[in-house]
């Protein structure tokens, strides 16, 4: 029954380091969406995309990049990370249509949590 | 983008019923009102989601009025279960639309 899935969910890595975090959806949504969770800053947008290689910057793009090569699977790249990197990081999908499934309802992962040391 | 203004923390005992109200002024003719609540450690799921009036589903009711610059999500009888963080988001049902959460309420039921 997972819909979103997030190909880890603990990892720990260390300053400057390339980091992979990667999502794939099995619903066939044309939104991917990547956000990060903090204490106190509840959930940020950081990039999203709406079709094939196409992607927009959400409110904290710095520091990420993202990629979608096909439509179920969402990456975002940590190209060399840090500190102030470490947190919960969130997929969801969505299909922008309204419909029975509802417009642009989101269907989240169960998150990936970095360290960074 | 719409913005979305709500309560920081509400207080329940269990078996009350709880109304969190979320502002949208400046809501767009084609947006709609969706509510998630979130877990600690989890992602958000959706609760329920309308237009205009009340929608109402096994879990919650959503009281929307005619000026749709407001939205309230009433949950009935609560439990210590229902403790979590609550989130109102106004999107508009296309591709593209970036989907902006605010920072939420956070209820917390007591016995």
Redesign the interface.
Known sequence: DVKVTQSSRYLVKRTGEKVFLECVQDMDHENMFWYRQDPGLGLRLIYFSYDVKMKEKGDIPEGYSVSREKKERFSLILESASTNQTSMYLCASSTGLAGLSGANVLTFGAGSRLTVL | LAKTTQPISMDSYEGQEVNITCSHNNIATND?I?W?QQFP??????II?G?KTKVTNEVASLFIPADRKSSTLSLPRVSLSDTAVY?CLV??????????????TTLSVSS
Not at chain 2, 91 to 104: D, H, M, N
């Open positions: 709609y969706t998630y450690s989890q992602g958000p799921r959706f989601q237009y989130y999107a508009r049902p296309q591709a593209g639309t970036a989907l902006i959460f605010g920072k939420g």
